[in-house]
């Protein structure tokens, strides 16, 4: 699908029957109604981008997109969704060039989405210690600026929440790259 960034089509009745565009069949006693996708995309009640979680069948983590279909009277009918692959997200995050810095993405939860250290991605962002500091806040609020230590070093990190998603992209920056032309200019005033 689409290039390998779509993992899967799929349509969930409330009846639970369901449709998979990969042509997975599920077992006699997998109900549909009570998945975590069909929940709260019923629950959200507009198109709305769920929680990441890792498919058994691509053996990627994969985000599902709803929506919720009706009926003619306006009754709940079922969830139309498609997955797409997180890997498709984290790549355009990595791609990000930020010169001095990096970008990061969490989910609602701070779960660190994308993130150059790969080892800390699926991870809690409150419970890496360059974070845990600054990730309540970073949680708590729409958008703002931070300052931490990264790797022994004073950083600057500027996050925005992303709407209908309640995401958070942030963007790192060493604070002796942010100020290094103000040094300069001050250094150079203070020779003249």
């Known amino acids: 699908y689409n290039g390998g960034n779509i993992s899967d089509l799929y349509l969930g009745l409330e009846t639970n029957k369901m449709v998979d565009g990969s042509g997975w069949i599920p077992d ?13 995309g019923k629950e959200a009640n507009k198109l709305s981008v769920n929680e990441p979680y890792f498919d ?11 929506m919720p279909m009706k009926y003619e009277n306006g009754d709940f009918a079922g969830i139309l969704a498609e997955d797409i692959y997180l890997s498709t997200i ?13 970008t990061l993405l969490l989910d609602k939860k701070g779960t660190i989405l994308a993130h ?20 309540p806040t970073m949680l708590a609020n729409d958008s703002g600026m931070v300052s931490y230590t990264y790797k022994g ?24 790259y942010a100020f290094a032309d103000y040094v300069t200019l001050r250094n150079n005033i203070a020779i003249i």
Do not use: H
Not at 56 to 66: A, D, F, Q
């Open 90 to 102: 984290t790549e355009y995050i990595d791609k990000i060039k930020t010169p001095g810095g990096f």
């Open 28 to 40: 006699a006693g997998y109900d549909l109604r009570v998945r975590p996708w069909y929940t709260s």
């Open 56 to 66: 058994l069948t691509s053996k990627k983590y994969s985000v599902p997109i709803t």
């Open 153 to 176: 070093e004073p950083q600057l990190m500027y996050y925005q929440k992303l709407p209908e998603t309640g995401w958070t992209i942030a963007t790192s920056i060493s604070q002796k």
């Open 116 to 135: 150059p250290d790969t080892g800390i991605v699926n991870k809690l962002l409150g419970e890496q210690s360059a974070y845990s500091s600054v990730a």
